[in-house]
């Protein structure tokens, strides 16, 4: 008997069990776990969290997830939780009613309405009107969209963040009103978007004009693209894509868009499972962090489970990285860490840990862990 050649095949088999059993873990997991996956987190949320808070960004984007959230829980807390806070803000973003003073350039204040992070609010607003429909709850999203799209400017969308928080703004509106100008200036403001950050070698985002390579570099000298502003895009087309019309002409580029950016993100996993903050500088701002690696993974997903993405090459990607957000992001207590803070880039030296956690960090990961129920419930 030659025990070297047993050996040998032992080996491989080894191999290959290790690399199969890893490769479809993911299955094994109970769909019901995750639902109480996203109880533990959202209701730690909302308990420690009163919903009257204002209508911008951060706070929308954490209601963006809070709504995934109620779509496969069907818990009315979280839908009731999403309601006062759009009461709350009037169903309103920035509330200036005066046109000749509204804004598209940054700004927290109210008469920056036609400003992309005063926006992302509709999103939900328009969600809870397919629910119970009441014109009350779209009209002002309805006023500022269509007000925007009369006038001549092209460049509302100027940096990576703003692609998450307005193009689905743009199909959800297209979806109750069926006006074909949603679509149109859903094309032209993307355009000129990606010809100012898509960088066609890496087929990856630059955050904005600013980091652009090569008169911004990383640490080390390398394309410095931002893992946070790259998971609002992938989210962000994912959405898109999920509303828009099958016969939309431009559809093609949106999906070709998203397949591109989707490879790009999957090469630059870490081993461990999550994404650097400098997607491909790891070095630049080492560790883990939560709220790209959650926007990622909700947007594989999607793409999987909606036939734009191959199960056996991107299965795995999303294995480890949802290992990632169980067992290091989501804390005991529900609480999601390892959450960049507010900003633009990633930082060096800037200290994310177990306690980093914020709004829109939490409402990433209730993305990502909606959109995998989905698959674990096909």
Not at 50 to 60: C, L, V, Y
Not at 103 to 108: A, F, N, Q, V
Not at 323 to 342: F, H, K, M, W
Request: aromatic share 16%.
């Amino acid at each position: 008997m030659n025990w070297k050649i047993i050996t040998g095949w032992m080996t491989v088999f080894m191999f290959f069990m290790a690399c199969t059993s890893k490769k479809y873990a993911i299955d094994q997991i109970d769909k019901q776990d995750v639902i109480a996956s996203i109880r533990l987190v959202n209701t730690y949320w909302q308990q420690n969290n009163k919903p009257q808070n204002w209508a911008f960004w951060d706070e929308a984007a954490y209601h963006t997830g809070n709504m995934a959230a109620y779509e496969v829980t069907k818990d009315a807390t979280f839908l009731d939780y999403s309601l006062l806070w759009a009461k709350s803000n009037d169903w309103k973003g920035a509330k200036s009613d005066d046109r000749a003073d509204w804004k598209y350039s940054y700004g927290e204040s109210d008469d920056y309405v036609l400003f992309g992070d005063w926006q992302i609010c509709f999103q939900t607003y328009i969600d809870l009107y397919q629910l119970q429909p009441d014109e009350n709850r779209i009209r002002r999203a309805q006023e500022v969209m269509e007000y925007q799209m009369s006038t001549p400017e092209n460049d509302y969308w100027w940096w990576a963040d703003g692609l998450y928080m307005v193009m689905p703004v743009m199909t959800k509106l297209y979806q109750v009103t069926n006006n074909p100008l949603y679509l149109e200036k859903l094309n032209t403001y993307f355009r000129y978007a990606d010809s100012l950050m898509f960088d066609e070698e890496a087929h990856l985002y630059y955050r904005d004009g600013k980091y652009l390579y090569p008169k911004h570099k990383s640490a080390n000298g390398k394309r410095d693209f931002w893992a946070r502003g790259d998971g609002w895009v992938l989210a962000g087309l994912a959405k898109v894509l999920h509303d828009l019309p099958k016969d939309y002409q431009h559809r093609p580029f949106f999906e070709q868009r998203f397949q591109q950016l989707a490879a790009a993100v999957a090469a630059a996993q870490q081993p461990e499972g999550y994404w650097t903050r400098s997607l491909l500088d790891p070095a630049h701002a080492p560790g883990p962090e939560t709220s790209g690696t959650a926007f990622f993974t909700y947007g594989l997903l999607w793409g999987m489970n909606n036939g734009y993405l191959n199960e056996s090459e991107y299965l795995p990607v999303i294995d480890r990285s949802w290992r990632y957000l169980q067992e290091v992001a989501v804390q005991a207590d529900g609480s999601v860490g390892y959450v960049q803070p507010i900003g633009e880039k990633a930082i060096p030296g800037q200290v994310v840990d177990q306690n980093s956690t914020t709004n829109f960090g939490v409402g990433a990961y209730l993305l990502a862990a909606s959109e995998l129920y989905k698959y674990l419930d096909r």
